[in-house]
């Protein structure tokens, strides 16, 4: 067990749904626009824990979102059941080791 993440999260057998997509606008304040699975607009500007180790970084710019960054995390969360909005350190721990 990792000090201070909580409980291990078996990723062995992690399903991660093809869904979403991230769509190029033209609105200037903003650029991008993610795509949940019902095709609904997603607003993420909130989406990654404070200060989660690796998964920090990835402060929505344009080419973290192109690189497809912004996608995989979204599908990775549903993967693990976990709503946008109550993603915690565990969850992004769990996302840098299933994206090496």
């Known amino acids: 067990m990792s000090e201070g993440f909580g409980k291990e999260r078996d990723l062995s057998m992690l399903v991660v749904p093809r869904v979403g997509a991230v769509r190029a606008t033209e609105d200037r304040w903003e650029p991008v626009r993610l795509i949940g699975a019902a095709g609904d607009a997603v607003p993420f500007g909130r989406g990654l824990p404070e ?6 970084a990835l402060d929505f710019d344009t080419a ?3 690189d497809g960054h912004l996608l995989r995390w979204f599908r990775f969360r549903l993967g693990v059941e976990v709503p946008w909005d109550q993603a915690t350190r565990l969850e992004a721990r769990d996302f840098c080791r299933c994206s090496r």
């Open 51 to 56: 200060g989660a180790a690796g998964v920090g």
């Open 64 to 66: 973290v979102i192109r």
